[in-house]
């Protein structure tokens, strides 16, 4: 009786698997007191089964009671007094014990069995088959249904969410919700938050590409009006990238037009031109040519039109000089002063040179009366 006491409260102590030895001291029980007992275990385990089943929905418990016996000596064994009932749900309960047993002892295992609906990813056959009422039996296999995905021990179906924001328990109700990439997405804090290298748009996440960074498409990037452009984002043609790269900006093709920095003028306009003022202009003692801001030409200089000739306002008034024959002169009726770079207008240089000696015709008689 010893060893039947041990095997109740191992049997108890264990209810998935448990090992049974009935060892040859306890040779002379009888078989009836066997069976009772073996009766006895089975009703007391399926009873302490049933009150502490697992929060997950379940069938009845299948219970299976198997005796073996060993033979030795070819001493002849007889299995009888089998028992069988039936649960509510069909599944069958039964208990096989042995009449007598044999000199070597016997054997016997004991193992139960959680009937347990399929999870998501099992096989089915019908809809009562698949655990949860999220989930359904399609083509076979247990699935989730439309809005829903499988939790990580397939054990429910989850609801996916719709905005970044929203309450989560798994990763997958974010990424898979958001239709991301399984890193773009993260269930942080039971919240649902962008990942690593992506940031929050219109309640999604999108990667943090700016310009020099790959890309697909050109909604992958998110430098203002950039593109994507041979696989990496860029500012298109007549644009520029603006400061920190955080958009790109028109470039100014003319003087006077409106910017924000040097480069908007310099795209087009050169080295010589600047953002001065919010307007593009030409930098000190360069002019604009037409195309670009060059610096200033001195007399006798060569040149290839007029407009290499043209002087900016620091360099005097003479803007009209013309580009004659390669080299830059002064034009018709003015009057060239090399050492100054300069043009004069001849009329102008004659009413001077008119005041001058009139004033010297002035100022020498009037010396002489003093004599």
Same mark, same amino acid.
């Given at each position: 009786?010893?060893?039947?006491?041990?095997?109740?409260?191992?049997?108890?102590?264990?209810? #998935?698997?448990?090992?049974?030895?009935?060892?040859?001291?306890?040779?002379?029980?009888?078989?009836?007191?066997?069976?009772?007992?073996?009766?006895?275990?089975?009703?007391?385990?399926?009873?302490?089964? %049933?009150?502490?089943?697992?929060?997950?929905?379940?069938?009845?418990?299948?219970?299976?009671?198997?005796?073996?016996?060993?033979?030795? %000596?070819?001493?002849?064994? %007889?299995?009888?007094?089998?028992?069988?009932?039936?649960?509510?749900?069909? =599944?069958? #309960? *039964?208990?096989?014990?042995?009449?007598?047993?044999?000199?070597? +002892?016997?054997?016997?295992?004991?193992? *139960?069995?959680? $009937?347990?609906?399929?999870?998501?990813?099992?096989?089915?056959?019908? *809809?009562?088959?698949?655990?949860?009422?999220?989930?359904?039996?399609? @083509?076979?296999?247990?699935?989730? *249904?439309?809005?829903?995905?499988?939790?990580?021990?397939?054990?429910?179906?989850?609801?996916?969410?719709?905005?970044?924001? @929203?309450?989560?328990?798994?990763?997958?109700?974010?990424?898979?919700?958001?239709?991301?990439?399984?890193?773009?997405?993260?269930?942080?804090?039971?919240?649902?938050?962008?990942?690593? +290298?992506?940031?929050?748009?219109?309640?999604?996440?999108?990667?943090?590409?700016?310009?020099?960074?790959?890309?697909?498409?050109?909604?992958?990037?998110?430098?203002?009006?950039?593109?994507?452009?041979?696989?990496? !984002?860029?500012?298109?043609?007549?644009?520029?990238?603006?400061?920190?790269?955080? $958009?790109?900006?028109?470039?100014?093709?003319?003087?006077?037009? =409106?910017?924000?920095?040097?480069?908007? !003028?310099?795209?087009?306009? +050169?080295? =010589?031109? #600047?953002?001065?003022?919010?307007?593009?202009?030409?930098?000190?003692?360069?002019?604009? %040519?037409?195309?670009? !801001?060059?610096?200033?030409?001195?007399?006798?200089?060569?040149?290839?039109?007029?407009?290499? !000739?043209?002087?900016? =306002?620091?360099?005097?008034? +003479?803007?009209?000089?013309?580009?004659?024959?390669?080299?830059?002169?002064?034009?018709?009726?003015?009057?060239?002063?090399?050492?100054?770079?300069?043009?004069?207008?001849?009329?102008?240089?004659?009413?001077?040179?008119?005041?001058?000696?009139?004033?010297?015709?002035?100022?020498?008689?009037?010396?002489?009366?003093?004599?």
């Amino acid at each position: 009786m010893l060893v039947l006491t041990m095997v109740h409260t191992y049997l108890l102590s264990l209810p #998935l698997v448990a090992l049974f030895a009935l060892s040859s001291s306890a040779e002379n029980a009888t078989s009836s007191t066997v069976l009772t007992t073996i009766r006895s275990i089975t009703n007391r385990t399926a009873s302490m089964l %049933n009150s502490t089943r697992p929060s997950v929905e379940t069938t009845t418990i299948k219970m299976i009671l198997t005796q073996e016996v060993r033979v030795e %000596n070819n001493t002849a064994v %007889n299995v009888s007094n089998s028992v069988t009932g039936n649960s509510s749900d069909g =599944n069958q #309960l *039964q208990v096989s014990a042995v009449e007598s047993k044999p000199d070597s +002892g016997v054997v016997t295992y004991f193992k *139960q069995l959680y $009937q347990l609906k399929s999870v998501i990813g099992d096989n089915c056959t019908k *809809q009562e088959d698949c655990e949860g009422r999220e989930s359904y039996c399609l @083509e076979g296999t247990c699935q989730c *249904q439309e809005g829903y995905v499988s939790a990580l021990d397939r054990s429910r179906c989850l609801p996916v969410v719709r905005s970044i924001g @929203e309450k989560c328990l798994e990763d997958a109700q974010c990424y898979k919700g958001l239709n991301l990439k399984e890193d773009d997405a993260k269930c942080i804090s039971f919240k649902c938050l962008c990942g690593t +290298g992506t940031v929050y748009s219109s309640g999604t996440c999108i990667k943090s590409i700016y310009l020099g960074n790959k890309c697909e498409n050109d909604r992958d990037c998110l430098t203002l009006n950039s593109r994507c452009l041979q696989g990496v !984002c860029a500012c298109p043609l007549d644009m520029v990238p603006g400061a920190e790269n955080r $958009q790109c900006l028109p470039a100014i093709k003319s003087l006077d037009q =409106n910017c924000t920095q040097d480069d908007q !003028c310099q795209e087009y306009m +050169g080295d =010589n031109s #600047l953002c001065h003022e919010e307007k593009c202009q030409c930098k000190p003692r360069t002019h604009f %040519n037409g195309t670009v !801001c060059i610096t200033d030409l001195k007399l006798g200089e060569s040149c290839s039109s007029q407009t290499d !000739c043209i002087v900016s =306002n620091e360099n005097g008034s +003479g803007t009209d000089r013309h580009c004659v024959q390669g080299k830059c002169s002064c034009p018709p009726n003015f009057k060239e002063i090399i050492e100054e770079d300069a043009c004069i207008n001849a009329a102008t240089d004659l009413l001077i040179n008119s005041k001058l000696l009139l004033l010297l015709l002035l100022i020498i008689p009037s010396r002489l009366i003093c004599l």
